[in-house]
C-alpha cells in the first residue's frame, strides 16, 4: 500500500541543505519513490501546527520506506540534512483496511 512521509522541515542554511538534495534526490527515485509536495507557505486550518516548509515524499510501501531509512548509503546524508535543517517526520500508509 502507498505510504507517505509527511516532513516538518525548517532549513537553517540553504547553501548547506541544497548539498543534501542533490545528493538524496537519486536514493529517493531509486526507493521508487517521488516527491509529492514542498510549500514554504502552506495554510493552517485548525490547531498550532506551523511547518516553515511541508514536504511530502510518496513511496510504495511503508516498507519502502523503512528501506530506505535505513539504508547505509543514506546514513551519511542524515548527518548532512541534520547540520543544516531540523526536521520532524512522520509516515502513513494510504488504504490501510478498516480506514
Same mark, same amino acid.
Given at each position: 500500500?502507498?505510504?507517505? +512521509? +509527511?516532513?516538518?522541515?525548517?532549513? /537553517? /542554511?540553504?547553501?548547506?541543505?541544497?548539498?543534501?538534495?542533490?545528493?538524496?534526490?537519486?536514493?529517493?527515485?531509486?526507493?521508487?519513490?517521488?516527491?509529492?509536495?514542498? /510549500?514554504?507557505?502552506?495554510?493552517?486550518?485548525?490547531?498550532?501546527?506551523?511547518?516553515?516548509?511541508?514536504?511530502?515524499?510518496?513511496?510504495?510501501?511503508?516498507?519502502?520506506?523503512?528501506?530506505?531509512? /535505513?539504508?547505509?548509503?543514506?546514513?551519511?546524508?542524515?548527518?548532512?540534512?541534520?547540520?543544516?535543517?531540523?526536521?520532524?517526520?512522520? +509516515?502513513?500508509?494510504?488504504?490501510?483496511?478498516?480506514?
Amino acid at each position: 500500500m502507498t505510504a507517505y +512521509v +509527511v516532513i516538518d522541515l525548517d532549513v /537553517d /542554511d540553504p547553501a548547506g541543505f541544497q548539498q543534501y538534495v542533490d545528493a538524496v534526490t537519486p536514493l529517493i527515485e531509486k526507493a521508487g519513490a517521488r516527491n509529492l509536495l514542498i /510549500d514554504d507557505d502552506c495554510l493552517t486550518l485548525e490547531g498550532d501546527w506551523r511547518p516553515p516548509t511541508l514536504v511530502i515524499h510518496e513511496f510504495p510501501s511503508k516498507e519502502a520506506v523503512r528501506a530506505f531509512w /535505513d539504508a547505509p548509503e543514506y546514513q551519511p546524508l542524515k548527518a548532512l540534512r541534520r547540520r543544516h535543517s531540523t526536521v520532524r517526520v512522520v +509516515v502513513g500508509e494510504a488504504g490501510r483496511p478498516g480506514h
